[in-house]
Protein backbone atom coordinates (compact mmCIF):
# COMPACT_ATOMS: atom_id res chain seq x y z
CA UNK A 1 0.00 0.00 0.00
CA UNK A 2 2.87 2.57 0.78
CA UNK A 3 4.20 2.04 -3.01
CA UNK A 4 0.50 3.47 -3.96
CA UNK A 5 0.55 6.24 -1.92
CA UNK A 6 2.50 8.64 -3.84
CA UNK A 7 0.37 7.86 -7.12
CA UNK A 8 -2.72 9.01 -5.35
CA UNK A 9 -1.27 12.21 -4.65
CA UNK A 10 0.60 12.68 -8.00
CA UNK A 11 -2.07 11.08 -10.53
CA UNK A 12 -4.40 14.35 -9.29
CA UNK A 13 -1.92 16.93 -9.31
CA UNK A 14 -0.97 15.67 -13.36
CA UNK A 15 -4.86 15.87 -14.30
CA UNK A 16 -5.25 19.39 -12.53
CA UNK A 17 -2.41 20.78 -14.22
CA UNK A 18 -3.49 19.25 -18.00
CA UNK A 19 -6.90 21.33 -17.05
CA UNK A 20 -5.78 24.50 -15.96
CA UNK A 21 -3.02 24.31 -19.25
CA UNK A 22 -6.29 23.69 -21.60
CA UNK A 23 -7.71 26.25 -19.81
CA UNK A 24 -5.44 28.33 -20.17
CA UNK A 25 -4.26 27.89 -23.64
CA UNK A 26 -3.72 30.76 -25.77
CA UNK A 27 -4.12 30.22 -29.82
CA UNK A 28 -1.15 32.31 -32.08
CA UNK A 29 -1.05 32.31 -35.11
CA UNK A 30 2.52 31.84 -37.18
CA UNK A 31 3.89 34.10 -38.99
CA UNK A 32 7.72 35.51 -40.10
CA UNK A 33 8.13 36.83 -36.42
CA UNK A 34 7.39 33.84 -34.19
CA UNK A 35 9.78 32.17 -36.01
CA UNK A 36 12.50 34.75 -35.78
CA UNK A 37 10.97 35.37 -31.56
CA UNK A 38 11.96 31.21 -31.24
CA UNK A 39 15.28 31.65 -32.94
CA UNK A 40 16.22 34.03 -30.99
CA UNK A 41 14.85 32.98 -27.74
CA UNK A 42 16.70 29.68 -28.60
CA UNK A 43 19.85 30.96 -29.63
CA UNK A 44 20.39 33.11 -26.84
CA UNK A 45 19.98 29.99 -24.58
CA UNK A 46 22.54 28.59 -26.49
CA UNK A 47 25.11 30.52 -25.83
CA UNK A 48 24.81 29.93 -22.66
CA UNK A 49 25.26 26.40 -22.81
CA UNK A 50 27.84 24.85 -20.23
CA UNK A 51 30.18 23.44 -23.33
CA UNK A 52 33.21 24.33 -24.58
CA UNK A 53 34.10 23.50 -28.51
CA UNK A 54 37.28 23.38 -29.84
CA UNK A 55 37.98 25.94 -32.65
CA UNK A 56 37.47 24.33 -35.55
CA UNK A 57 40.30 25.59 -38.23
CA UNK A 58 39.47 28.20 -40.65
CA UNK A 59 40.08 26.23 -43.56
CA UNK A 60 36.81 23.95 -42.29
CA UNK A 61 34.72 27.06 -41.28
CA UNK A 62 35.80 28.44 -44.98
CA UNK A 63 34.24 24.97 -46.43
CA UNK A 64 31.35 24.89 -44.24
CA UNK A 65 30.54 28.56 -45.18
CA UNK A 66 31.04 28.39 -49.11
CA UNK A 67 28.39 25.07 -49.02
CA UNK A 68 25.75 27.29 -46.87
CA UNK A 69 26.11 30.31 -49.36
CA UNK A 70 25.77 28.58 -52.63
CA UNK A 71 22.57 26.93 -50.51
CA UNK A 72 20.58 30.24 -49.73
CA UNK A 73 22.32 31.81 -52.75
CA UNK A 74 20.57 29.66 -55.02
CA UNK A 75 17.02 31.01 -56.06
CA UNK A 76 18.36 35.04 -55.28
CA UNK A 77 20.69 34.68 -57.74
CA UNK A 78 18.10 33.96 -59.99
CA UNK A 79 16.09 36.55 -58.76
CA UNK A 80 18.57 39.26 -59.77
CA UNK A 81 17.86 41.33 -62.73
CA UNK A 82 18.66 45.00 -64.28
CA UNK A 83 19.34 47.58 -60.92
CA UNK A 84 19.63 44.18 -58.64
CA UNK A 85 23.39 43.57 -60.76
CA UNK A 86 23.99 47.39 -60.18
CA UNK A 87 23.60 46.91 -56.39
CA UNK A 88 25.46 43.31 -56.17
CA UNK A 89 28.04 45.24 -57.67
CA UNK A 90 27.94 48.22 -55.17
CA UNK A 91 27.92 45.64 -51.73
CA UNK A 92 30.94 44.34 -53.34
CA UNK A 93 33.12 47.54 -53.64
CA UNK A 94 31.97 48.51 -50.35
CA UNK A 95 32.50 45.30 -48.42
CA UNK A 96 35.91 45.31 -50.40
CA UNK A 97 36.91 48.45 -48.71
CA UNK A 98 36.52 47.10 -45.40
CA UNK A 99 37.48 43.39 -45.88
CA UNK A 100 41.55 44.47 -45.74
CA UNK A 101 40.98 46.16 -42.30
CA UNK A 102 39.56 43.00 -40.94
CA UNK A 103 41.58 40.76 -37.95
CA UNK A 104 41.27 37.51 -39.53
CA UNK A 105 42.06 37.53 -43.30
CA UNK A 106 39.65 35.21 -44.48
CA UNK A 107 38.16 35.40 -48.08
CA UNK A 108 35.16 37.23 -47.65
CA UNK A 109 32.39 37.67 -49.95
CA UNK A 110 29.33 39.67 -50.22
CA UNK A 111 25.47 39.43 -51.53
CA UNK A 112 22.94 41.33 -51.94
CA UNK A 113 19.95 39.86 -51.60
CA UNK A 114 16.68 41.29 -54.07
CA UNK A 115 14.19 40.67 -51.51
CA UNK A 116 12.30 43.84 -50.51
CA UNK A 117 10.85 41.79 -47.01
CA UNK A 118 14.40 41.29 -45.65
CA UNK A 119 15.56 44.37 -43.69
CA UNK A 120 18.15 42.81 -41.94
CA UNK A 121 21.84 41.39 -42.70
CA UNK A 122 23.43 38.60 -41.75
CA UNK A 123 27.29 36.34 -42.05
CA UNK A 124 27.58 33.03 -42.73
CA UNK A 125 31.22 31.22 -40.93
CA UNK A 126 34.30 31.71 -43.20
CA UNK A 127 33.48 35.08 -44.75
CA UNK A 128 29.77 35.38 -46.67
CA UNK A 129 27.86 38.33 -45.91
CA UNK A 130 24.60 38.82 -47.26
CA UNK A 131 22.84 42.56 -47.16
CA UNK A 132 18.33 42.29 -47.48
CA UNK A 133 16.75 44.58 -50.07
CA UNK A 134 14.40 46.12 -47.38
CA UNK A 135 17.72 47.21 -45.39
CA UNK A 136 19.94 49.52 -48.02
CA UNK A 137 16.28 50.91 -48.81
CA UNK A 138 16.34 52.50 -45.69
CA UNK A 139 20.18 53.80 -45.84
CA UNK A 140 20.44 57.45 -46.93
CA UNK A 141 24.38 57.12 -47.31
CA UNK A 142 27.21 54.72 -48.30
CA UNK A 143 28.29 55.38 -44.65
CA UNK A 144 25.45 53.42 -43.55
CA UNK A 145 25.64 50.55 -45.56
CA UNK A 146 29.71 50.03 -44.84
CA UNK A 147 28.23 49.84 -40.91
CA UNK A 148 26.25 47.39 -41.34
CA UNK A 149 28.89 45.00 -43.61
CA UNK A 150 31.37 46.14 -41.11
CA UNK A 151 29.00 44.41 -38.11
CA UNK A 152 28.49 41.49 -40.22
CA UNK A 153 32.27 41.36 -40.68
CA UNK A 154 32.90 41.59 -37.78
CA UNK A 155 30.38 38.37 -36.10
CA UNK A 156 32.72 36.66 -38.60
CA UNK A 157 36.11 38.36 -37.48
CA UNK A 158 35.48 37.05 -33.65
CA UNK A 159 34.05 33.87 -33.95
CA UNK A 160 30.54 34.00 -33.22
CA UNK A 161 28.90 32.76 -36.60
CA UNK A 162 31.69 29.56 -36.35
CA UNK A 163 30.61 29.41 -32.79
CA UNK A 164 26.80 29.36 -33.91
CA UNK A 165 27.19 26.50 -36.45
CA UNK A 166 29.02 24.25 -33.51
CA UNK A 167 26.08 24.84 -30.69
CA UNK A 168 23.78 23.59 -33.59
CA UNK A 169 26.08 20.33 -34.46
CA UNK A 170 26.17 20.06 -30.85
CA UNK A 171 22.18 20.92 -30.58
CA UNK A 172 21.46 18.81 -33.22
CA UNK A 173 24.37 15.89 -32.39
CA UNK A 174 24.74 15.95 -36.74
CA UNK A 175 27.63 15.97 -38.67
CA UNK A 176 28.73 19.83 -40.17
CA UNK A 177 27.83 18.20 -43.51
CA UNK A 178 23.91 17.88 -43.09
CA UNK A 179 24.17 21.41 -41.43
CA UNK A 180 24.05 23.01 -44.65
CA UNK A 181 20.00 23.36 -45.26
CA UNK A 182 19.67 25.25 -41.92
CA UNK A 183 16.75 27.61 -41.90
CA UNK A 184 18.35 30.61 -42.42
CA UNK A 185 16.75 32.59 -39.25
CA UNK A 186 19.53 30.66 -37.62
CA UNK A 187 21.67 33.36 -38.95
CA UNK A 188 18.99 36.01 -38.76
CA UNK A 189 18.32 36.40 -35.77
CA UNK A 190 20.63 37.79 -32.91
CA UNK A 191 23.42 36.89 -30.86
CA UNK A 192 24.19 37.24 -27.23
CA UNK A 193 23.96 41.02 -26.19
CA UNK A 194 27.62 40.42 -25.75
CA UNK A 195 28.17 39.76 -28.91
CA UNK A 196 26.09 41.86 -30.63
CA UNK A 197 27.63 45.02 -28.79
CA UNK A 198 31.21 43.51 -29.53
CA UNK A 199 29.82 43.41 -33.39
CA UNK A 200 28.71 47.21 -32.99
CA UNK A 201 32.47 48.45 -31.52
CA UNK A 202 34.68 46.54 -33.91
CA UNK A 203 32.34 47.18 -36.94
CA UNK A 204 32.59 50.75 -35.98
CA UNK A 205 36.08 50.59 -35.89
CA UNK A 206 36.86 48.56 -38.97
CA UNK A 207 34.75 51.16 -41.21
CA UNK A 208 36.77 54.31 -39.80
CA UNK A 209 39.96 52.55 -40.24
CA UNK A 210 38.45 52.05 -44.17
CA UNK A 211 37.89 56.01 -44.27
CA UNK A 212 34.32 55.80 -43.79
CA UNK A 213 32.46 58.46 -41.11
CA UNK A 214 31.52 55.95 -37.75
CA UNK A 215 28.49 58.48 -37.66
CA UNK A 216 27.16 56.07 -40.46
CA UNK A 217 26.34 53.67 -37.74
CA UNK A 218 25.36 55.99 -35.48
CA UNK A 219 22.41 57.24 -37.95
CA UNK A 220 21.53 53.30 -38.85
CA UNK A 221 20.55 53.03 -35.14
CA UNK A 222 18.21 55.77 -35.45
CA UNK A 223 16.68 54.66 -38.10
CA UNK A 224 15.83 51.49 -36.48
CA UNK A 225 15.11 52.98 -33.11
CA UNK A 226 12.32 55.25 -35.24
CA UNK A 227 11.24 52.04 -37.21
CA UNK A 228 11.00 50.50 -33.81
CA UNK A 229 8.77 53.39 -32.38
CA UNK A 230 6.95 53.04 -36.05
CA UNK A 231 6.06 49.12 -35.95
CA UNK A 232 4.35 49.72 -31.68
CA UNK A 233 2.49 52.40 -32.61
CA UNK A 234 1.53 50.93 -35.95
CA UNK A 235 2.30 54.38 -37.31
CA UNK A 236 2.35 55.26 -41.26
CA UNK A 237 4.72 57.44 -42.65
CA UNK A 238 5.15 58.35 -46.48
CA UNK A 239 9.16 57.89 -46.18
CA UNK A 240 8.52 54.17 -45.23
CA UNK A 241 5.73 52.08 -45.38
CA UNK A 242 6.66 48.36 -44.69
CA UNK A 243 4.92 45.47 -45.71
CA UNK A 244 3.12 42.97 -42.80
CA UNK A 245 6.42 40.47 -43.98
CA UNK A 246 8.99 42.98 -43.35
CA UNK A 247 7.47 44.21 -40.27
CA UNK A 248 7.71 40.91 -38.65
CA UNK A 249 10.94 40.31 -39.45
CA UNK A 250 11.83 43.75 -38.33
CA UNK A 251 9.61 42.52 -35.06
CA UNK A 252 12.38 39.93 -35.07
CA UNK A 253 15.23 41.69 -35.47
CA UNK A 254 14.24 44.16 -32.70
CA UNK A 255 13.91 41.31 -30.06
CA UNK A 256 17.34 39.37 -31.14
CA UNK A 257 18.93 42.79 -30.99
CA UNK A 258 19.88 45.43 -28.03
CA UNK A 259 18.12 48.68 -27.89
CA UNK A 260 19.19 51.57 -30.76
CA UNK A 261 19.37 53.35 -27.68
CA UNK A 262 22.17 51.50 -26.22
CA UNK A 263 24.09 51.20 -29.83
CA UNK A 264 24.20 54.62 -30.38
CA UNK A 265 25.22 55.56 -26.52
CA UNK A 266 28.49 52.97 -27.40
CA UNK A 267 29.46 54.69 -30.36
CA UNK A 268 29.13 58.02 -29.15
CA UNK A 269 31.56 57.10 -26.60
CA UNK A 270 33.69 55.17 -28.69
CA UNK A 271 33.77 58.36 -30.80
CA UNK A 272 34.75 60.88 -28.33
CA UNK A 273 37.08 58.37 -26.42
CA UNK A 274 39.11 57.42 -29.78
CA UNK A 275 38.89 61.45 -31.17
CA UNK A 276 38.02 60.43 -34.51
CA UNK A 277 37.67 63.33 -36.73
CA UNK A 278 34.84 64.02 -37.72
CA UNK A 279 34.10 63.26 -41.81
CA UNK A 280 31.24 63.99 -44.32
CA UNK A 281 29.14 60.70 -45.16
CA UNK A 282 28.96 59.86 -48.84
CA UNK A 283 25.82 59.35 -51.07
CA UNK A 284 24.34 56.21 -51.40
CA UNK A 285 25.24 55.90 -54.89
CA UNK A 286 22.63 53.02 -56.04
CA UNK A 287 19.98 55.21 -54.31
CA UNK A 288 18.49 55.45 -57.31
CA UNK A 289 17.46 51.55 -58.19
CA UNK A 290 15.53 51.83 -54.40
CA UNK A 291 13.99 55.65 -55.74
CA UNK A 292 12.99 53.72 -58.47
CA UNK A 293 11.00 51.34 -56.63
CA UNK A 294 9.51 53.76 -54.27
CA UNK A 295 8.60 55.41 -57.45
CA UNK A 296 6.56 52.50 -59.19
CA UNK A 297 4.73 51.84 -55.41
CA UNK A 298 3.92 55.19 -55.20
CA UNK A 299 2.28 55.15 -58.83
CA UNK A 300 0.57 51.53 -58.17
CA UNK A 301 -1.25 53.26 -55.28
CA UNK A 302 -2.05 56.33 -57.21
CA UNK A 303 -0.13 59.12 -55.78
CA UNK A 304 1.11 60.10 -58.66
CA UNK A 305 2.96 63.61 -58.06
CA UNK A 306 5.23 61.52 -56.04
CA UNK A 307 5.98 58.57 -58.58
CA UNK A 308 6.82 61.25 -60.77
CA UNK A 309 8.89 63.09 -58.50
CA UNK A 310 11.13 59.68 -57.03
CA UNK A 311 11.14 58.38 -60.97
CA UNK A 312 12.75 62.33 -61.75
CA UNK A 313 15.41 62.27 -58.64
CA UNK A 314 16.19 58.43 -59.70
CA UNK A 315 16.78 59.30 -63.49
CA UNK A 316 18.98 62.41 -62.58
CA UNK A 317 21.04 60.00 -61.04
CA UNK A 318 20.92 57.22 -63.69
CA UNK A 319 19.48 58.46 -66.59
CA UNK A 320 19.52 55.16 -68.24
CA UNK A 321 16.72 53.67 -66.77
CA UNK A 322 13.57 52.39 -68.88
CA UNK A 323 11.82 51.46 -65.88
CA UNK A 324 11.87 54.84 -64.02
CA UNK A 325 11.26 56.54 -67.66
CA UNK A 326 8.05 54.20 -68.00
CA UNK A 327 7.22 55.10 -64.39
CA UNK A 328 7.72 59.05 -65.05
CA UNK A 329 5.44 58.90 -68.23
CA UNK A 330 2.61 57.11 -66.63
CA UNK A 331 2.62 59.39 -63.50
CA UNK A 332 2.81 62.54 -66.23
CA UNK A 333 -0.07 60.91 -68.04
CA UNK A 334 -1.91 60.34 -65.09
CA UNK A 335 -1.98 63.85 -64.15
CA UNK A 336 -3.04 65.09 -67.75
CA UNK A 337 0.44 66.28 -68.19
CA UNK A 338 0.07 65.36 -71.91
CA UNK A 339 3.25 66.68 -73.66
CA UNK A 340 5.55 66.33 -71.32
CA UNK A 341 4.19 62.15 -71.05
CA UNK A 342 4.46 62.67 -74.60
CA UNK A 343 8.27 63.41 -74.77
CA UNK A 344 9.05 60.81 -71.78
CA UNK A 345 7.15 58.00 -73.97
CA UNK A 346 9.43 58.83 -77.33
CA UNK A 347 12.19 59.31 -75.18
CA UNK A 348 11.37 55.36 -73.99
CA UNK A 349 10.54 54.35 -77.41
CA UNK A 350 13.81 55.51 -78.53
CA UNK A 351 15.80 53.80 -75.49
CA UNK A 352 14.06 50.21 -76.03
CA UNK A 353 12.58 50.10 -79.31
CA UNK A 354 8.74 50.41 -80.78
CA UNK A 355 7.27 48.48 -77.94
CA UNK A 356 3.60 47.99 -78.94
CA UNK A 357 2.28 49.15 -75.18
CA UNK A 358 4.70 51.63 -75.31
CA UNK A 359 3.93 53.51 -78.64
CA UNK A 360 0.20 52.91 -77.91
CA UNK A 361 0.87 55.21 -74.69
CA UNK A 362 2.66 57.50 -76.72
CA UNK A 363 -0.15 57.90 -79.64
CA UNK A 364 -2.28 58.41 -76.68
CA UNK A 365 -0.59 60.98 -75.26
CA UNK A 366 0.25 62.59 -78.39
CA UNK A 367 -3.60 62.86 -79.27
CA UNK A 368 -4.48 64.06 -75.84
CA UNK A 369 -2.43 67.18 -75.84
CA UNK A 370 -3.08 68.38 -79.17
CA UNK A 371 -4.72 65.80 -81.75
CA UNK A 372 -4.19 68.51 -84.61
CA UNK A 373 -0.55 68.02 -84.61
CA UNK A 374 -0.38 64.52 -83.25
CA UNK A 375 -0.45 62.89 -86.30
CA UNK A 376 2.52 64.59 -87.84
CA UNK A 377 4.40 64.32 -84.87
CA UNK A 378 3.55 60.48 -84.51
CA UNK A 379 4.92 60.57 -88.46
CA UNK A 380 8.01 62.53 -87.98
CA UNK A 381 9.07 59.73 -84.90
CA UNK A 382 7.83 56.65 -87.25
CA UNK A 383 10.46 58.10 -90.30
CA UNK A 384 12.93 58.12 -87.33
CA UNK A 385 13.03 54.60 -86.99
CA UNK A 386 12.09 53.08 -90.57
CA UNK A 387 9.93 50.87 -90.54
CA UNK A 388 5.89 51.14 -90.54
CA UNK A 389 4.47 47.74 -88.79
CA UNK A 390 1.23 47.23 -88.69
CA UNK A 391 0.56 48.15 -85.25
CA UNK A 392 2.74 51.65 -86.29
CA UNK A 393 0.14 51.48 -88.99
CA UNK A 394 -2.58 51.43 -87.11
CA UNK A 395 -1.36 54.16 -84.23
CA UNK A 396 -0.93 56.49 -87.15
CA UNK A 397 -4.70 56.32 -88.64
CA UNK A 398 -5.94 56.60 -85.36
CA UNK A 399 -4.19 59.81 -85.17
CA UNK A 400 -5.31 60.68 -88.20
CA UNK A 401 -8.68 59.69 -88.09
CA UNK A 402 -8.75 62.77 -84.86
CA UNK A 403 -7.26 64.97 -87.09
CA UNK A 404 -10.26 64.76 -89.36
CA UNK A 405 -9.16 62.33 -92.26
CA UNK A 406 -10.89 59.20 -92.00
CA UNK A 407 -9.07 57.75 -94.52
CA UNK A 408 -5.79 55.71 -93.13
CA UNK A 409 -8.37 54.52 -90.68
CA UNK A 410 -11.06 53.13 -92.98
CA UNK A 411 -8.41 51.03 -95.43
CA UNK A 412 -7.35 49.69 -92.21
CA UNK A 413 -10.78 48.70 -91.01
CA UNK A 414 -12.33 47.51 -93.98
CA UNK A 415 -13.76 43.62 -93.39
CA UNK A 416 -13.47 41.23 -96.12
CA UNK A 417 -9.68 39.68 -94.90
CA UNK A 418 -7.78 41.78 -97.14
CA UNK A 419 -4.40 42.53 -96.58
CA UNK A 420 -4.73 45.97 -95.11
CA UNK A 421 -6.97 44.37 -92.76
CA UNK A 422 -5.08 43.92 -89.68
CA UNK A 423 -5.11 40.52 -88.73
CA UNK A 424 -4.68 40.71 -85.38
CA UNK A 425 -7.11 40.82 -83.10
CA UNK A 426 -5.19 43.04 -80.73
CA UNK A 427 -4.93 45.72 -83.66
CA UNK A 428 -8.42 45.30 -84.57
CA UNK A 429 -9.44 46.43 -81.20
CA UNK A 430 -6.58 49.13 -81.04
CA UNK A 431 -8.50 50.07 -84.51
CA UNK A 432 -11.60 50.10 -82.78
CA UNK A 433 -10.75 52.09 -79.61
CA UNK A 434 -9.26 55.50 -82.10
CA UNK A 435 -13.08 55.34 -83.40
CA UNK A 436 -14.04 55.33 -80.00
CA UNK A 437 -11.70 58.11 -79.55
CA UNK A 438 -13.05 59.75 -82.19
CA UNK A 439 -16.67 59.65 -81.05
CA UNK A 440 -17.79 57.82 -84.38
CA UNK A 441 -18.94 54.70 -82.38
CA UNK A 442 -20.54 52.15 -84.87
CA UNK A 443 -17.68 51.25 -86.32
CA UNK A 444 -15.85 51.11 -83.09
CA UNK A 445 -18.56 48.64 -81.80
CA UNK A 446 -17.75 46.48 -84.99
CA UNK A 447 -14.25 46.63 -85.12
CA UNK A 448 -14.20 45.81 -81.30
CA UNK A 449 -16.65 42.94 -81.57
CA UNK A 450 -14.81 41.17 -84.02
CA UNK A 451 -11.49 41.46 -81.96
CA UNK A 452 -13.36 40.24 -79.07
CA UNK A 453 -14.94 37.08 -80.93
CA UNK A 454 -11.63 36.11 -81.43
CA UNK A 455 -10.12 37.11 -77.66
CA UNK A 456 -13.26 36.52 -75.72
CA UNK A 457 -10.76 36.59 -72.81
CA UNK A 458 -9.07 39.33 -73.24
CA UNK A 459 -10.50 42.18 -70.32
CA UNK A 460 -9.49 45.32 -72.00
CA UNK A 461 -11.22 44.61 -75.23
CA UNK A 462 -14.32 43.64 -72.95
CA UNK A 463 -14.03 46.76 -71.07
CA UNK A 464 -13.63 48.86 -74.60
CA UNK A 465 -16.44 47.08 -76.38
CA UNK A 466 -18.59 47.80 -73.62
CA UNK A 467 -17.98 51.60 -73.40
CA UNK A 468 -18.29 51.43 -77.39
CA UNK A 469 -22.09 49.46 -76.95
CA UNK A 470 -22.97 52.37 -73.86
CA UNK A 471 -22.54 55.31 -76.51
CA UNK A 472 -25.09 53.51 -78.78
CA UNK A 473 -27.56 52.84 -75.86
CA UNK A 474 -26.89 48.97 -75.77
CA UNK A 475 -26.91 49.52 -72.08
CA UNK A 476 -27.90 46.06 -71.34
CA UNK A 477 -25.43 44.26 -73.75
CA UNK A 478 -22.57 46.59 -72.47
CA UNK A 479 -23.19 45.29 -68.69
CA UNK A 480 -23.67 41.49 -69.38
CA UNK A 481 -20.07 42.17 -71.18
CA UNK A 482 -18.67 44.10 -67.84
CA UNK A 483 -20.68 41.45 -65.79
CA UNK A 484 -18.50 38.78 -67.14
CA UNK A 485 -14.72 40.39 -65.91
CA UNK A 486 -13.11 39.76 -62.80
CA UNK A 487 -11.98 41.97 -61.34
CA UNK A 488 -8.75 40.95 -60.70
CA UNK A 489 -7.90 39.94 -64.19
CA UNK A 490 -8.28 43.45 -65.18
CA UNK A 491 -5.24 45.42 -66.21
CA UNK A 492 -7.21 48.65 -65.11
CA UNK A 493 -9.59 48.19 -62.39
CA UNK A 494 -10.34 51.31 -61.85
CA UNK A 495 -11.52 51.75 -65.82
CA UNK A 496 -13.87 48.08 -65.46
CA UNK A 497 -15.60 49.94 -62.21
CA UNK A 498 -16.42 53.22 -63.94
CA UNK A 499 -17.71 51.63 -67.10
CA UNK A 500 -19.92 49.69 -64.93
CA UNK A 501 -20.80 52.94 -62.84
CA UNK A 502 -21.59 54.90 -66.51
CA UNK A 503 -23.49 51.85 -67.74
CA UNK A 504 -25.57 51.41 -64.60
CA UNK A 505 -26.02 55.57 -64.37
CA UNK A 506 -27.10 55.55 -67.89
CA UNK A 507 -29.61 52.72 -67.18
CA UNK A 508 -31.51 55.02 -63.83
CA UNK A 509 -29.59 52.28 -61.64
CA UNK A 510 -27.89 55.09 -59.29
CA UNK A 511 -27.60 53.07 -56.17
CA UNK A 512 -26.08 50.22 -58.29
CA UNK A 513 -23.54 53.01 -59.86
CA UNK A 514 -22.27 54.49 -57.17
CA UNK A 515 -20.32 52.16 -55.78
CA UNK A 516 -18.41 51.25 -58.56
CA UNK A 517 -18.02 54.81 -59.00
CA UNK A 518 -16.35 55.20 -55.45
CA UNK A 519 -14.31 52.27 -56.48
CA UNK A 520 -13.16 53.60 -59.52
CA UNK A 521 -12.10 56.67 -57.60
CA UNK A 522 -10.01 55.11 -54.79
CA UNK A 523 -8.36 52.92 -57.46
CA UNK A 524 -8.03 55.80 -60.14
CA UNK A 525 -7.63 59.31 -58.79
CA UNK A 526 -7.42 60.27 -62.27
CA UNK A 527 -11.06 60.05 -62.69
CA UNK A 528 -10.99 63.38 -60.48
CA UNK A 529 -9.53 65.29 -63.16
CA UNK A 530 -12.01 66.31 -65.83
CA UNK A 531 -9.34 67.57 -67.94
CA UNK A 532 -8.02 63.77 -68.15
CA UNK A 533 -11.42 62.34 -68.35
CA UNK A 534 -12.37 64.62 -71.03
CA UNK A 535 -8.88 64.21 -72.93
CA UNK A 536 -9.42 60.09 -73.02
CA UNK A 537 -13.03 59.30 -73.04
CA UNK A 538 -16.72 60.50 -74.73
CA UNK A 539 -18.68 63.23 -74.03
CA UNK A 540 -21.41 61.19 -72.38
CA UNK A 541 -18.85 59.26 -70.20
CA UNK A 542 -17.70 63.53 -68.68
CA UNK A 543 -21.34 64.09 -68.02
CA UNK A 544 -22.03 60.79 -66.15
CA UNK A 545 -19.17 61.14 -64.47
CA UNK A 546 -20.05 64.89 -63.57
CA UNK A 547 -23.77 63.33 -62.33
CA UNK A 548 -22.17 60.95 -60.16
CA UNK A 549 -19.68 63.35 -58.51
CA UNK A 550 -22.59 65.64 -57.56
CA UNK A 551 -25.31 62.91 -56.72
CA UNK A 552 -22.66 61.20 -53.96
CA UNK A 553 -22.07 64.82 -52.70
CA UNK A 554 -25.57 65.22 -52.56
CA UNK A 555 -26.08 62.14 -51.06
CA UNK A 556 -23.78 62.70 -48.05
CA UNK A 557 -24.35 66.27 -47.21
CA UNK A 558 -27.80 64.43 -46.27
CA UNK A 559 -26.30 61.53 -44.47
CA UNK A 560 -23.77 64.48 -42.44
CA UNK A 561 -27.27 66.40 -42.06
CA UNK A 562 -28.91 63.91 -40.53
CA UNK A 563 -26.32 62.69 -37.97
CA UNK A 564 -26.12 66.10 -36.27
Known sequence: MKRWAPLTVIVPLCVAAIVVSERRRVDTTADASSVLFLVADTEKELTRMPVRFTRMSDQEEIAIGDQMAKYYATDWEKKKLGGDKDVQAYVDQVGGRLAPYAHRKLPYRFH?????YLTNAFALPGGHVFVGKGLIALMDSEDELAAVIGHEIEHIDHYHCAERIQQQQ????????ELIALPIEIFEAGYSKDQELEADREGTRLVVQAGYSANGAIRMFETFQRLYEEYHTRAKTPQQELSTVAQETL?????????ASERIAQVQTMIASEHWEVRTERDLAIAYVFWTDRAEEALKRGAYPAAEQLAARSLLVQPAQPMALEILARAQFAQANFPTAAASFRKLLEMGGPQPEIVNQYAYALAAADRTTAAGEFRQWMNSVHGESQQLKVAYAGLELLAGDPRPASVLGTSGGGQSEPQDPALLGELGWWYYKAADFPP????LARAYQQRPGDSMTVVRLALAQIELHHLADALQLLD?????SAPTPHVLSMARAVCRWQAQQPD??????????????????PKWVRALYSSSV????????????????ARAASNR
Do not use: C, I
Open 512 to 529: EALPSFLAALDKGPEWND
Open 542 to 557: VQSVQEMRAEETRRRN
Open 444 to 447: AVDL
Open 112 to 116: YVPEP
Open 170 to 177: ALRKVPFA
Open 484 to 488: AVQYE
Open 251 to 259: EGYFRSHPL
